[in-house]
């Protein structure tokens, strides 16, 4: 009887676990877990970057048949609200008033300007969306030209606001220093609080896939250690 039992217990002892085995098993799981999370979010990273590279081309092309359609940039476009119905004329309808460095608007020149226009609480670049939303290239409706009190003035992406701005010809980015731009780009479709990773994909499928070189440029700097987000991004429009 009792050798019976010992031969059962071998067997169960042999058939057994032990904890290194289970501490083997645990790190492998681990493992496999940790890198299935990190697919997980390269792929969302990845998607979300394909985003807004759509979101680019959208524009891009939505400008240029707003050219053609209007022979000026929206937002540049004198005298709007005589061309395109819902355009308010007490807030995106501008005269041609001569060069900004004169003291002018600038209305007209082929930059899309984030002056402040005379006598007006609004600039070219916040009355983009409303040039392209009132003459049917986008959706989402006019807002007022003033950002963001009265309504959203700015084309949006899941990160924040999307503007279309002048390069000035210092070779920044009108109004933020930080991104130097060549001089020969005009204007720039500018994202902002891009997490850095989404901002390389997207610099890579454009351009040289460095974020302080070539056409495509950030915000950033690469000495500062543990910078996710990146607070402004630009591309050529």
């Known amino acids: 009887m009792n050798s019976s039992l010992n031969k059962k217990r071998d067997g169960w002892s042999q058939q057994g676990v032990t904890l290194v085995e289970m501490a083997i098993v645990m790190v492998i799981a681990g493992l496999l877990l940790g890198s ?3 697919l997980g979010q390269s792929l969302i990273q990845s998607m979300y970057a394909k985003e807004l590279l759509a979101l680019v081309q959208d524009l891009s092309s939505g400008v240029s048949h707003f050219k053609e359609k209007y ?4 937002g540049d476009l004198p005298l709007a609200g005589d061309d395109i119905g819902g355009v308010a004329k007490d807030h995106c309808h501008f005269p ?3 060069n900004p460095s004169m003291g002018g608007s600038g209305v007209g020149n ?17 009355c983009v969306r409303d040039h392209l939303s009132a003459a049917g290239i986008i ?8 950002a963001p009190v009265g309504g959203q003035s700015h084309i949006g992406s899941r990160y924040g606001a999307v503007v279309l701005i002048a390069n000035s010809g210092t070779g920044l980015v009108e109004n933020h ?3 130097r731009l060549p001089a020969t780009i005009l204007n ?7 997490p850095r990773e989404i901002a390389i994909q997207i610099d890579q499928a454009l351009d040289d896939g460095h974020l302080t070189t070539g056409a495509v440029r950030a915000d950033f700097d690469p000495g500062v250690e543990g910078e996710k987000n990146i607070a402004y991004f630009a591309v050529p429009l």
């Open 36 to 38: 299935g999370i990190l």
């Open 71 to 74: 022979h000026y940039l929206p």
């Open 96 to 98: 041609v008033e001569g």
């Open 110 to 126: 082929g930059l899309i300007n984030n002056l402040r226009l005379p006598g007006k609480l609004t600039s070219e670049s916040l």
């Open 139 to 146: 959706t989402g409706g006019v807002g007022d030209g003033v």
């Open 177 to 179: 220093s930080h991104v």
């Open 188 to 194: 720039v479709i500018e994202f902002s609080n891009l």
